[in-house]
């Protein structure tokens, strides 16, 4: 496999692309952004870190039937992913409220739900990833009907495995956002499942153990009783 030319960088990743069309490679930078990058920092090995926690995950989901982007580990910070074309809708997952929609509804971070919630958001830095729903996806050409079904269908199911897998470790996994691309007609599960897009608490302390603890400016130690703003 030799790498060749960059293709694209992003805030935390940067893809280049292989001798094998079909093939890129995915390299985990250390950045670390917030709020559409207008917060940004570095932190140390974040990069290796997710490339191990993301390639564990996805190890995991496809040896329980779930399509995804990924090939193998390559190194610390690069691992080997199937080329996609990018379906511009993020999906977000929900079991408690919070985050974004904490503040869209007034209603306080932790509280439950009674089945997972599903949004879409449109993929865009310049407009902040608005939240749109399915008929936007449609009429705008972003995501045929059947893809839109298709990844519903698997963020549940992704929410099932990795839920208990989390829950197992004394984790709960309160939401995260997923993102979908085309490869040789087929759906498949791109980007990455790490901190950085998923929130995950302290099953007992409720203490936030993800990007949150960036956004947020928590230190290192400070329990937050999981309600801290
Ligand atoms: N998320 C993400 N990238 C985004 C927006 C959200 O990875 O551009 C993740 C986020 O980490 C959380 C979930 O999606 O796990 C739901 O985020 P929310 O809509 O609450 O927005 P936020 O509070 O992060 O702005």
């Excluded at 490679?25 to 670390?32: N, P, T």
């Excluded at 984790?171 to 007609?185: A, S, T």
Aim: aromatic share 8%; proline share 3%.
């Amino acid at each position: 496999m030799e790498k060749r030319e960059k293709l694209y960088e992003g805030k935390a990743k940067v893809l280049y692309a292989t001798d094998d069309k079909d093939l890129l490679i995915q390299y985990f930078k250390d950045e670390a952004t917030a709020f559409d990058g207008k917060k940004k920092g570095v932190i140390e090995e974040k990069g290796v870190l997710n490339n191990k926690i993301s390639s564990a995950i996805f190890k995991m989901l496809e040896s329980n039937g779930v399509k995804t982007h990924f090939v193998e580990q390559l190194n610390d910070r690069e691992m080997l992913v199937k080329r996609l074309r990018i379906i511009p809708v993020e999906v977000v997952v929900r079991n408690l409220i919070a985050g974004s929609l904490s503040k869209r509804l007034g209603i306080e971070e932790g509280t439950a739900l009674s089945e997972p919630i599903v949004e879409f958001f449109y993929k865009s830095d310049p407009l902040g990833d608005p939240m749109i729903n399915e008929y936007h996806a449609r009429a705008f050409g972003w995501a045929t009907d059947a893809e839109l079904k298709e990844m519903s269908a698997t963020a549940l199911k992704v929410n099932e495995i990795l839920s208990r897998f989390f829950d197992e470790r004394g984790i709960i996994l309160v939401d995260f956002k997923l993102e979908f691309g085309e490869h040789k007609g087929k759906v498949l599960l791109g980007d990455e499942i790490t901190p950085d897009g998923c929130r995950l608490w302290d099953k007992t302390t409720r203490e936030k153990l993800d990007k949150d603890r960036f956004r947020r400016d928590l230190s290192r130690s400070e329990p937050t009783g999981g309600l801290g703003r």
